[in-house]
């Protein structure tokens, strides 16, 4: 990995940038690998890295469609946290944060990472007992959470509407002050270069039209520029993981919907960490560069469209000005939508199929870029050894047969 001087950087800068060199090389895949992953977003690249730097597995293919990072990875509000409810969810995600922590310095890439909290309100006495037990259910598991009454929760976001005059008024909250905020592009360039740095190859503007199962095992994947042969191929495509698993005659339980999102223009700092709602559905933060992103519910139907729509946004914007009443002068500035797969119990689908050589990271619902380096982490060990990681034995496939669901939807009060 290349290492720069100041003068290095001062010379690139001062040249418009031309000559500098490629963070990752542009190859043409080879005819055959040992691990395949579909997908160049941050979950396939994690994987992809883990793989090379843990497990010393370096012949592997990235294989994306479009370009690094052009589906979620790049289309989603940047939120790292791990104050999940039931202790699975909150161990892996824990596992998450930790590595989001030392991200940087592992990569050798600023990611940016911002931890100022992530504030959760309540706004009638009945969600006021969830927020409790789910406080509680966190600091049990060792995990930092703490309740806030009103004035505690005005000193920290005093932009806030807490007056008893709300639309929606504030009972209270808890709050989680290790969680915050990643530049998602960083993210996904840093365990691109380090990936690529460690021997793997990444392909970009290479589709994979189908998977080709021999009995059943998986034998390699087809592409527009022939077939590559692979012992074992993992899908990590977000929003296009149903898609892509029927290619191998595999049926997951999830829908596909998009997500909203939202940035205004630009202004001074006025937020502290992020503010989540869950009654009126809209979650609130603001980027390095001083955007209001504000982020809200799923579209009420299935779609692959990844563009804003009026309705979804008139009802976010409604509740980010029920929230805070002065961000009614700011102007939108742009608008788009993340496609999510969501699971039935809202908990991702991670690891091993039914098919020999086949493995899948989906489901995530709204949380996958905070589970970028866990579910990398995870999913390069269950691929090498071929077991479950342990932290990702709950999430199986084989819980939609036992019933034996993480339902973090039911937990939250959240229905996606």
Request: hydrophobic fraction near 40%; glycine fraction near 10%; aromatic fraction near 8%.
């Amino acid at each position: 990995m290349e290492k720069y001087s100041l003068w290095s950087l001062a010379k690139h800068a001062l040249t418009g940038h031309r000559n500098w060199p490629p963070a990752w090389r542009t190859v043409r895949p080879k005819n055959r690998y040992d691990v395949v992953i579909i997908g160049g977003g941050g979950q396939g690249l994690a994987t992809a890295y883990y793989l090379a730097k843990q497990h010393g597995i370096t012949n592997v293919a990235v294989m994306e469609k479009g370009w690094i990072g052009s589906g979620n990875s790049g289309r989603n509000t940047t939120a790292v946290r791990s104050n999940y409810f039931y202790p699975e969810s909150t161990n892996f995600f824990e596992h998450s944060l930790k590595l989001y922590e030392g991200l940087t310095r592992e990569l050798n890439y600023n990611i940016q990472l911002s931890q100022h909290g992530i504030l959760t309100l309540a706004h009638s006495p009945h969600q006021m007992d969830l927020l409790r037990r789910w406080s509680n259910s966190i600091q049990l598991q060792r995990i930092d959470a703490e309740m806030m009454d009103i004035g505690q929760i005005c000193d920290y976001m005093p932009a806030l509407d807490t007056s008893r005059r709300a639309r929606y008024p504030i009972l209270g909250g808890f709050v989680q002050r290790r969680a915050g905020t990643a530049r998602h592009d960083a993210v996904v360039w840093g365990y691109a270069r380090a990936a690529d740095s460690l021997g793997v190859d990444i392909a970009q503007n290479c589709e994979v039209t189908g998977i080709r199962v021999v009995g059943n095992r998986v034998r390699g994947v087809e592409t527009r520029d022939g077939f590559i042969e692979a012992d074992k191929v993992a899908i990590t495509v977000a929003g296009h993981s149903s898609v892509v698993a029927g290619m191998a005659g595999l049926k997951l339980p999830i829908t596909s919907v998009p997500l909203q999102a939202m940035v205004s223009e630009p202004v001074k700092p006025v937020l502290t960490g992020i503010l989540l709602s869950p009654l009126v559905h809209a979650y609130v933060s603001q980027s390095d560069r001083g955007e209001i992103l504000v982020g809200g519910r799923t579209d009420s139907y299935p779609s692959y469209g990844q563009r804003g729509a009026l309705p979804a946004t008139e009802d976010v914007l409604s509740a980010l000005l029920n929230l805070f009443p002065s961000f009614s002068r700011l102007k939108l500035m742009r608008q788009w939508a993340g496609i999510v797969d969501i699971s039935p119990d809202s908990s991702p689908i991670l690891g091993k199929t039914p098919m020999t050589g086949l493995y899948v990271s989906a489901g995530w619902g709204t949380g996958g870029f905070k589970a970028i380096p866990a579910g990398g982490d995870t999913l390069a060990y269950t691929i090498a050894h071929d077991r479950q990681h342990p932290l990702i034995e709950p999430f199986g496939l084989e819980r939609f047969v036992t019933g034996r669901f993480v339902d973090e939807g039911a937990a939250a009060g959240v229905n996606h």
